[in-house]
């Protein structure tokens, strides 16, 4: 028959048994959480630079845009401006041209 020390000595082992046992539970447990963090904060990174490189591509993608929509907005200025020039010569040298052409009919009668 057991003693009470063997007794004890098995209760002292199986206190020992369980504490060990709760003790691997919680830092398997920890272990755990600290890998799926250290995955969940990787994935933030790794989400945020793809984002980063996706903003600035297409941030790139409407500077080319609007550079070219610069660059055909100022030949129609320039086109709207030569334009308007030649309308204005043509107002100005407008009495000049019938005065010539007055003169023409005038010798093509005489003459």
């Known amino acids: 028959m057991a003693t009470n020390v063997e007794k004890a000595n098995e209760a002292a082992e199986k206190l020992a048994e369980t ?42 993608e409407m500077t080319r845009e609007l550079v070219e929509r610069v660059e055909e907005q100022r030949e129609a200025y320039r086109t709207l401006v030569g334009q308007s020039f030649d309308a204005y010569m043509d107002l100005a040298y ?14 093509r009668v005489s003459g």
């Open 19 to 60: 504490t060990r046992d709760s003790y691997q539970t919680m830092v398997n447990h920890t272990v755990g959480l600290q890998e799926r963090n250290v995955r969940f904060a990787q994935g933030l990174v790794d989400d945020f630079i793809k984002e980063m490189r996706h903003q600035v591509e297409s941030n790139r």
């Open 94 to 107: 407008a009495p000049f041209s019938y005065y010539r052409e007055g003169l023409q009919a005038a010798r």
